[in-house]
Protein backbone atom coordinates (compact mmCIF):
# COMPACT_ATOMS: atom_id res chain seq x y z
CA UNK A 1 0.00 0.00 0.00
CA UNK A 2 1.29 3.15 -0.74
CA UNK A 3 0.03 7.01 0.35
CA UNK A 4 -1.54 9.03 -2.16
CA UNK A 5 0.52 11.48 -1.47
CA UNK A 6 3.53 9.55 -2.68
CA UNK A 7 2.00 8.45 -5.74
CA UNK A 8 0.58 12.06 -7.12
CA UNK A 9 4.13 13.27 -6.17
CA UNK A 10 5.99 10.64 -7.66
CA UNK A 11 4.16 10.89 -11.31
CA UNK A 12 4.59 14.85 -10.73
CA UNK A 13 1.56 16.03 -10.48
CA UNK A 14 1.39 17.74 -7.37
CA UNK A 15 4.21 17.93 -4.43
CA UNK A 16 3.40 16.09 -1.03
CA UNK A 17 2.75 19.36 0.17
CA UNK A 18 -0.04 20.55 -2.06
CA UNK A 19 -1.40 16.80 -1.93
CA UNK A 20 -1.85 17.23 1.61
CA UNK A 21 -3.70 20.54 1.34
CA UNK A 22 -6.20 19.17 -1.87
CA UNK A 23 -6.26 16.38 0.47
CA UNK A 24 -7.83 18.61 3.42
CA UNK A 25 -9.77 20.08 1.11
CA UNK A 26 -11.49 16.97 -0.36
CA UNK A 27 -10.58 17.81 -3.93
CA UNK A 28 -8.90 14.74 -4.05
CA UNK A 29 -10.64 10.99 -4.47
CA UNK A 30 -9.60 7.42 -4.51
CA UNK A 31 -11.78 5.25 -6.32
CA UNK A 32 -14.75 7.84 -6.47
CA UNK A 33 -14.39 7.79 -2.35
CA UNK A 34 -13.19 11.11 -0.81
CA UNK A 35 -9.26 10.41 0.42
CA UNK A 36 -7.94 11.59 3.70
CA UNK A 37 -4.12 12.23 5.03
CA UNK A 38 -3.79 8.79 5.57
CA UNK A 39 -5.10 6.96 2.58
CA UNK A 40 -3.52 4.65 0.67
CA UNK A 41 -3.72 3.18 -2.42
CA UNK A 42 -3.28 -0.42 -4.18
CA UNK A 43 -2.43 -1.57 -7.22
CA UNK A 44 -5.35 -0.99 -9.79
CA UNK A 45 -6.55 1.40 -7.79
CA UNK A 46 -7.69 5.19 -9.13
CA UNK A 47 -6.70 8.14 -7.96
CA UNK A 48 -9.14 11.44 -9.33
CA UNK A 49 -7.55 15.43 -9.29
CA UNK A 50 -8.84 18.05 -11.07
CA UNK A 51 -11.26 16.00 -13.22
CA UNK A 52 -8.32 14.03 -14.45
CA UNK A 53 -7.69 10.16 -13.45
CA UNK A 54 -4.61 8.25 -12.45
CA UNK A 55 -4.53 4.72 -12.54
CA UNK A 56 -1.74 2.84 -9.89
CA UNK A 57 0.31 0.14 -11.54
CA UNK A 58 2.89 -2.26 -11.05
CA UNK A 59 4.82 -0.29 -13.57
CA UNK A 60 4.59 2.85 -12.53
CA UNK A 61 5.27 1.83 -8.88
CA UNK A 62 8.39 0.18 -10.08
CA UNK A 63 9.60 2.39 -12.66
CA UNK A 64 13.22 3.59 -12.93
CA UNK A 65 14.19 7.03 -12.69
CA UNK A 66 14.79 8.57 -15.79
CA UNK A 67 17.12 11.86 -16.27
CA UNK A 68 17.98 13.67 -18.90
CA UNK A 69 19.53 17.11 -20.05
CA UNK A 70 18.23 18.64 -23.35
CA UNK A 71 19.83 21.70 -25.17
CA UNK A 72 16.88 23.99 -25.13
CA UNK A 73 17.15 26.12 -28.54
CA UNK A 74 16.16 30.22 -28.29
CA UNK A 75 12.74 30.41 -29.21
CA UNK A 76 11.00 27.17 -27.72
CA UNK A 77 9.22 28.15 -24.45
CA UNK A 78 8.74 25.33 -21.36
CA UNK A 79 4.96 24.28 -21.11
CA UNK A 80 3.38 21.18 -22.33
CA UNK A 81 0.70 23.47 -24.20
CA UNK A 82 0.61 27.00 -25.65
CA UNK A 83 -2.55 28.26 -26.95
CA UNK A 84 -0.27 30.66 -29.29
CA UNK A 85 0.66 27.40 -30.83
CA UNK A 86 4.34 28.38 -30.33
CA UNK A 87 7.24 25.85 -30.45
CA UNK A 88 7.57 23.84 -26.88
CA UNK A 89 10.59 21.82 -25.33
CA UNK A 90 8.14 18.57 -25.27
CA UNK A 91 7.48 18.39 -28.66
CA UNK A 92 11.70 16.86 -28.83
CA UNK A 93 11.36 14.69 -25.84
CA UNK A 94 11.45 10.69 -26.32
CA UNK A 95 8.47 8.96 -25.39
CA UNK A 96 8.52 7.17 -21.79
CA UNK A 97 5.71 5.31 -19.45
CA UNK A 98 4.84 8.41 -17.22
CA UNK A 99 5.75 11.47 -18.38
CA UNK A 100 8.68 13.76 -18.21
CA UNK A 101 8.60 16.64 -15.65
CA UNK A 102 11.03 19.95 -15.99
CA UNK A 103 13.38 20.79 -13.30
CA UNK A 104 12.95 24.64 -13.52
CA UNK A 105 12.52 26.77 -16.61
CA UNK A 106 14.21 29.17 -18.89
CA UNK A 107 13.00 31.66 -20.45
CA UNK A 108 12.16 32.13 -24.60
CA UNK A 109 15.03 34.04 -24.92
CA UNK A 110 17.33 31.80 -22.83
CA UNK A 111 18.95 28.78 -24.28
CA UNK A 112 20.95 25.77 -22.93
CA UNK A 113 20.92 23.05 -20.05
CA UNK A 114 17.62 21.86 -18.91
CA UNK A 115 16.73 18.99 -16.70
CA UNK A 116 13.86 16.15 -16.93
CA UNK A 117 12.77 13.27 -15.25
CA UNK A 118 10.03 11.12 -14.77
CA UNK A 119 9.88 11.55 -10.58
CA UNK A 120 7.90 14.36 -9.38
CA UNK A 121 9.77 13.83 -6.07
CA UNK A 122 13.29 14.35 -7.31
CA UNK A 123 12.49 16.99 -9.53
CA UNK A 124 10.65 19.10 -6.54
CA UNK A 125 14.17 18.11 -4.53
CA UNK A 126 16.66 19.62 -7.63
CA UNK A 127 14.19 23.17 -7.77
CA UNK A 128 13.70 23.75 -4.10
CA UNK A 129 15.81 26.73 -2.82
CA UNK A 130 16.74 24.66 0.43
CA UNK A 131 19.28 21.76 -1.91
CA UNK A 132 21.21 25.28 -3.50
CA UNK A 133 21.41 23.74 -6.79
CA UNK A 134 24.31 26.04 -8.10
CA UNK A 135 23.43 26.90 -11.63
CA UNK A 136 25.81 27.99 -14.15
CA UNK A 137 25.31 30.75 -17.48
CA UNK A 138 27.08 31.96 -19.94
CA UNK A 139 26.13 35.18 -20.54
CA UNK A 140 26.97 38.14 -23.23
CA UNK A 141 26.20 41.56 -21.96
CA UNK A 142 26.63 45.34 -23.07
CA UNK A 143 27.22 48.00 -20.45
CA UNK A 144 30.18 48.48 -18.09
CA UNK A 145 30.24 45.57 -15.52
CA UNK A 146 33.01 46.76 -13.68
CA UNK A 147 34.21 45.65 -10.07
CA UNK A 148 32.46 47.38 -8.33
CA UNK A 149 29.08 46.20 -10.00
CA UNK A 150 30.32 42.58 -9.70
CA UNK A 151 31.00 43.20 -5.98
CA UNK A 152 27.09 44.54 -5.74
CA UNK A 153 25.77 41.24 -8.12
CA UNK A 154 27.57 39.35 -5.50
CA UNK A 155 26.30 41.25 -2.61
CA UNK A 156 23.02 40.95 -3.96
CA UNK A 157 21.09 43.57 -5.64
CA UNK A 158 17.32 44.70 -5.71
CA UNK A 159 15.74 43.25 -8.72
CA UNK A 160 11.59 44.21 -7.87
CA UNK A 161 9.01 42.26 -6.56
CA UNK A 162 10.35 42.63 -3.47
CA UNK A 163 13.06 40.44 -4.44
CA UNK A 164 16.73 40.31 -4.37
CA UNK A 165 19.42 38.63 -6.46
CA UNK A 166 22.54 37.89 -5.89
CA UNK A 167 25.42 35.52 -7.74
CA UNK A 168 27.79 33.47 -6.25
CA UNK A 169 30.25 33.48 -8.48
CA UNK A 170 31.70 35.84 -11.59
CA UNK A 171 34.28 35.38 -14.29
CA UNK A 172 34.65 36.97 -17.76
CA UNK A 173 35.93 34.22 -20.40
CA UNK A 174 35.88 36.82 -22.98
CA UNK A 175 37.28 40.25 -22.65
CA UNK A 176 36.42 41.54 -26.85
CA UNK A 177 32.99 41.13 -26.48
CA UNK A 178 31.59 40.75 -22.86
CA UNK A 179 31.09 37.24 -21.99
CA UNK A 180 30.87 36.23 -18.85
CA UNK A 181 29.94 33.10 -16.76
CA UNK A 182 27.77 33.69 -13.33
CA UNK A 183 26.72 30.67 -11.10
CA UNK A 184 24.16 31.10 -8.83
CA UNK A 185 22.20 28.74 -6.71
CA UNK A 186 18.20 30.16 -6.22
CA UNK A 187 15.99 30.00 -9.49
CA UNK A 188 13.86 33.14 -9.55
CA UNK A 189 12.22 33.97 -12.53
CA UNK A 190 14.80 35.84 -14.84
CA UNK A 191 16.66 36.54 -12.45
CA UNK A 192 20.44 36.47 -14.11
CA UNK A 193 18.71 38.98 -17.02
CA UNK A 194 16.96 41.00 -13.79
CA UNK A 195 20.07 41.46 -11.64
CA UNK A 196 22.42 42.89 -14.96
CA UNK A 197 19.30 45.05 -15.64
CA UNK A 198 19.47 46.14 -11.73
CA UNK A 199 23.16 47.57 -12.57
CA UNK A 200 22.37 48.70 -15.99
CA UNK A 201 23.94 46.12 -18.31
CA UNK A 202 21.81 44.72 -21.00
CA UNK A 203 21.96 41.02 -21.39
CA UNK A 204 22.53 40.19 -25.54
CA UNK A 205 22.49 36.68 -24.81
CA UNK A 206 22.01 33.96 -22.33
CA UNK A 207 22.52 30.24 -21.91
CA UNK A 208 22.87 27.68 -19.15
CA UNK A 209 25.62 25.58 -19.33
CA UNK A 210 25.23 23.33 -15.96
CA UNK A 211 22.74 22.48 -13.54
CA UNK A 212 24.62 20.57 -10.43
CA UNK A 213 26.87 18.24 -11.28
CA UNK A 214 25.38 18.53 -15.20
CA UNK A 215 27.75 19.78 -17.55
CA UNK A 216 25.57 20.79 -21.62
CA UNK A 217 29.15 19.69 -23.03
CA UNK A 218 29.36 19.10 -26.75
CA UNK A 219 25.78 18.57 -26.72
CA UNK A 220 24.57 20.04 -29.99
CA UNK A 221 21.15 22.40 -29.76
CA UNK A 222 17.71 20.82 -29.75
CA UNK A 223 19.07 17.37 -28.61
CA UNK A 224 19.02 15.24 -25.29
CA UNK A 225 20.75 12.72 -23.72
CA UNK A 226 20.27 10.41 -21.11
CA UNK A 227 22.17 10.67 -17.81
CA UNK A 228 23.97 7.37 -17.38
CA UNK A 229 23.99 5.19 -13.93
CA UNK A 230 26.84 7.33 -12.92
CA UNK A 231 25.70 10.87 -13.40
CA UNK A 232 22.38 10.40 -12.36
CA UNK A 233 23.87 8.89 -8.86
CA UNK A 234 26.72 11.94 -8.92
CA UNK A 235 23.30 13.82 -9.39
CA UNK A 236 21.26 12.83 -6.60
CA UNK A 237 24.47 12.29 -4.02
CA UNK A 238 25.10 16.74 -4.83
CA UNK A 239 21.04 16.73 -3.88
CA UNK A 240 21.46 15.33 -0.74
CA UNK A 241 24.93 16.67 0.25
Known amino acids: MYRVQKILSMIGVLSRRECEKYIKQGLIKINNSIATLGSKVAIDDKITFNQKEYQVTEELINSEVEILVYNKPVGYIV ?39 NNGDIANKLMHP ?15 FN ?81 DSTEKNLLLKDLHQ
Open 79 to 117: TRRDTAKRKTVFDNLPNINGRWINVGRLDVKTSGLLLFT
Open 147 to 227: KSKQNECLSGVKIGLSETGKFSKISQTRYDNGTYKVSLTTGKNREVRRVFQAVNCKVFSLKRIKYSTVHLNNLKEGNYKFL
Open 130 to 144: SSNIIRTYEVVINGN
